[in-house]
């Protein structure tokens, strides 16, 4: 029996079927995303491609808040203002100048001289105008042109703005935002605020193209697209790629080096290894495993392809809400920071470290008498969360409730944290990891006296006092940390209640977190009050650095770890610098140099 | 083969019962010395995960785990089935339009989008990811019963015992659940590594088991760390790979004892 | 006889079109369980700070013009069916830009692609592989290859992805990791879809090929004086390959409808991916959209490979339609090598 010919014919036929399917496929299957990723033409100043890891998204309008926001800001499109390359300081962008008066409260912006869009428009002070009204209207959802939330900064302090925004006021005219000329916008704030510069670099406060917004076409699809950045987009294929293409119309084009930004999107919370990047296809990504982290540190090759931003995250814990009163109790909250094993969680990652504040120790002016206690852990600290333990009645954790830790996704650190606190403070602790839209409902829900605990959550931002203030676990956040059942059950009632219109509502909840807050975490938000008072930057950091202090000793928001940004770039990719605003860097300031290996 | 198999099995099952005294250490034992520790340190036969906590000891629960999920979806399911499908051949009429109808709005329905759902609806728990399970595998399982039924149904030995007045509840149970009980055996014991591999599915996704050790955990977590400390996939990736073959070699023993056709064939 | 046969093809139809409606209410149902709605899950997905409940409010109304405003969800579903109807599925909540049929129209080519590519390429192995197993019945080249054949498909895909991938773009750097840019983002992919698949067909091919051989006209083909290797082209492979149809069939709408790990791990556009996407984000549209166009797929691909069984084997062809009723089982019981019946069929959906 021959086996060879009898099988000539279907393998004959599946071989010609695969040939033609492979070939249709390559025709039309992969879009027009196949730029050429080839390195550049070897000039090292200009010219060449690189090809970047970003988690994906699904739009890239600035207003809202997405992954997407953050990949405009670094190329698509550029603000008044951008940060320096280090992050601590603005460089001027669209606007060449600006004067600030003297009581602090009105920033005057001149535009740039024939400063057009991609499509060869001018870009006027009126455009500005018009994206803040877009970006501030309360009515945005129902024109179905975005779907997060609006990513409007509050604590940048625009007159009239957050009224505006929650249909408090209604005429536009008396937000601080005017156009006083085509090259002239104005802004007027409600007090002086000195993170208002910084402030401008977020992405909300991007210019959007009204004609091709308000157009009938999808303008963020690339043949759509009119920006004013480096960059124009080439090709969007979603879920999987982007492509950016230099824009010659851009003001400084001559000093762009780069000829194509490839973007490839990575699904959040997907398995992400480093072999896409040892294997030459991605030229920047950010790492945060820590046993890879361990690798590339001890291997002196990869070492050299690391950038890294220390101490520019922190992970932090947040007592759910539960008619259980157990969290509600500071002696409860104390022992539980107290007898955290910080160092055997931060042990988990070379980079991490103890954090003994939730304020990132890189804000300039940051101490550690900010922090709740002297010594946050180790033997002394443990002890006293021991005693404090006993004296709120559970000694050795004896009677103690079981505790639930909520979180989004599982981490190693997770682990460390129950297995901490039951060495050291004898308590029991499971760990309740959710799928993404149980964790966002159960995070803000009333629970029973069975689910009594604290959620899991991170944060990284710019070291300016007034972001990691204000913005960072904000006044509001703290006092609806601080309410008790009774008070946050008022809380949530008041926030679906339907027969108060805005202006009531806004005021009713604030009666609320007022009056019902601990001490403490009132006495922080009127302090963030009274940084508004003064134009003094001495006195305005004290007042911040003593509000950051009131914040730790409300311990209400328990700091875990901090943790280091961490960067990989191939040797060929120059003039990469990591700053702490989560975009990272604009592509504008990349070169890459071939030689370089 | 399969007489191989079972012994792996038999083993395996065992090391799950006696998984305490199995394993040399508690799943969440942590030692925070050792991170990550390879195959063959000292006292961590298949090394740390990056808690410093025993890869073997957690595989041994882990396993534990998954045939509890396995095993107990498919008690349920199989149960299910059996009534339905037991049902549906014996009367036919209504009972058997249902499960057709039941069988389709399953078979339309893809095991994981199901999976993915219930998950998502009442949570990453052992209960959610086995009624998962359960839930996806009882059509099948049933349908199978009820064409079991339908030919035995015909067969003299029924015949006879219906014209001697046997009540239909008697004839079923006596005469016709026994015969079909071997092709059951064999979805069974294929349906075990397909639970296992379905629980391993949804922790890649994000939604396995978050409360006790799993395998599907181990592996999403290995995986991440495929590069840089391989002793964190390889273990349990073999693990992993033997009890899946051990259990299809089994089905495929069974089959192979039940199909007296082929049998007498070869 | 063709009265019959299309009277099978219509009660085949309207079962489905019910079964369609019945998955869709289920889908429906399980969505509005879910806790977390769409618009708390963007907040949290985006880090922001803000107050419980305040951007949820903000984005309630967007989706007023086309499922109202505080209406029932029952009549938000019927919305929704009423557009399903026309093909016009409205936009996605997440793409709002984007029309959900736009959206499947985009993705189902691509992860059509993959499981035609995988399946064409278990076959071109499988069928060899099979047919010599057979041939060499109870030789080292039978149980080895099924040995082989038995691991490669006791390892779900995404395992057998990782080992790729790091074989061939972090070992050797021959093939890329991930990515959707040409034919050689291909390669990784598609092997790891085919490999179970390729398992399970040729095992198949080779009871098949036994089955045959054992039947008596065959015996008597040779006996008649017929040369073996004619009688086994001519006959044996032929009616050995007929139903490999019913398992095939399955296995590809199995393959189109459930490659979301490997889209996710090698970053592939596909429609496996925006359904996943769909329900972590309770994106309602799209859900139910891909949900129903997934259904359509299996249930219409098992339609057609009965029909397609029924025209291609004469002995099924010449029984009555009855027969045709209860398919398959009846047939052939060899439960594991049916992804129908067999309880694996967690195996090849799932991934």
Known sequence: MRAGPLTRRPIGTVAAAAVVALSLAGCSLFGDSDGDTGGGDGDAATGGSITVAATNFAHIDPQSITFGMWLVQMGLLEGLVLQTPDGTDVRPGVADEWEVSEDGTTYTFHLRDGIVWSNGEPLTADDFEWTYERLLDPERGASGVTTGASSYQVPLGILNAEDYNTGVITDFDQVGVEAVDEQTLEFTLDAPNPGFLMGLTYPSMLPLNPEAVEGEADWQQPENWVGNGPYNLAAWTANSSMRFERNPEYWDAENVALDEINVQLVEQGAITTTVPYENGEVDIQAIGEPAEISRFLADPVLSEQMHVLENAGTAYMIPLHSTNPVMEDPRVRTALSLGLGRQEIAGISEMTEPASTLLSPIVPGWTEEIAAHEQMWGEAAVAEAQELLADAGYPGGEGFPPLTLLAGSDFPQLDAIIDTWGTNLGIEVTKDVVEVGVYVERRYAMHDENYVGLWYGSFSGISTWPYQVEQLWSPDMLRQAGLDAAGYQQFVDAQVDETLSPGDRTAALEEILATSTTDEAQEFAELVAATRETVDEAEQQEIFIEAASVREDAELIIPVTWSHVVFVAQPRVQGLEIRAQADRYYFKDLWVDDSAQ | MAFISLWVVALLVLVAIFAPLVAPYGTQETDYGHQLAPIGSPGHLLGTDTLGRDILSRLVFGFRTALLVAFAAEVISVLVALVVGLLAGYRGGRADGILMAATDIMYAFPTYLFAVLLVTVFGRSFWSVMAAIAVAGWVTQARLIRAQVMTLKRRDYVEAARSMDAQGPTIAMRYILPNALGPLLVTTSFAVPAAITTEAGLSLLGLGISDMPSWGAMINEGVRYASSAPHMIISPAIAFAVTLLAFTWIGDGIRDAFDITSEARR | ?351
């Open chain 3, 1 to 351: 006889m063709i009265v019959g046969y299309l009277e099978y093809v219509a009660r085949r139809l309207v079962r489905m079109v019910l079964s369609l409606v019945v998955v869709s209410a289920l889908a429906f149902t399980l969505l509005q369980l879910a806790p977390g709605s769409f618009a708390d899950i963007q907040r949290a997905n985006s880090g922001s700070t803000g107050m419980a409940g305040a951007g949820a409010q903000e984005v309630a109304g967007e989706f007023a013009t086309r499922y109202g405003d505080e209406v029932p969800a029952w009549q938000q579903y019927l919305v929704f069916m009423k557009g399903a109807l026309t093909w016009d599925l409205g936009p996605s909540y997440k793409y709002p830009a984007q029309s959900v049929e736009s959206i499947i129209a985009q993705g189902f080519p691509v992860s059509a692609a993959l499981a035609l590519l995988a399946t064409t390429l278990a076959l071109a192995i499988a069928i060899p592989i099979g047919v010599f197993a057979a041939l060499k019945q109870r030789t080292l080249w039978d149980s080895g290859s099924m040995f082989v054949l038995t691991l490669g498909h006791a390892l779900p895909n995404y395992l057998t992805a990782v080992f790729l991938v790091l074989v061939f773009a972090g070992a050797w750097h021959v093939l890329p990791a991930a990515g959707w840019n040409g034919p050689e983002n291909l390669v990784l992919p598609v092997v790891a879809l085919a490999i179970g698949p390729l398992a399970v067909l040729a095992r198949y091919v080779r009871s098949s090929m036994l089955d045959t051989l054992g039947e008596e006209y065959v015996t008597a083909a040779i006996a008649k004086g017929g040369r073996p290797g004619v009688v086994i082209r001519k006959h044996v492979l032929r009616n050995s390959l007929i139903p490999l149809v019913t398992v095939t069939g399955p296995m590809l709408a199995a393959l189109m409808t459930g490659t979301v790990f490997i889209e996710t791990m090698f970053r592939i556009p596909g429609l496996g991916l925006s359904f996943t996407q769909a329900a972590s984000s309770r994106d309602m549209p799209l859900l139910m959209g891909t949900t129903l166009f997934f259904a359509i797929i299996l249930m219409a691909t098992n339609l057609v490979v009965d029909l397609l069984y029924g025209l291609l084997d004469p002995r099924v062809r010449a029984e009555s339609g009855r027969k045709l009723r209860g398919p398959r089982i009846s047939r052939r019981d060899i439960p594991g090598a049916d992804p129908d019946q067999g309880g694996r069929s967690g195996v090849p959906s799932l991934g």
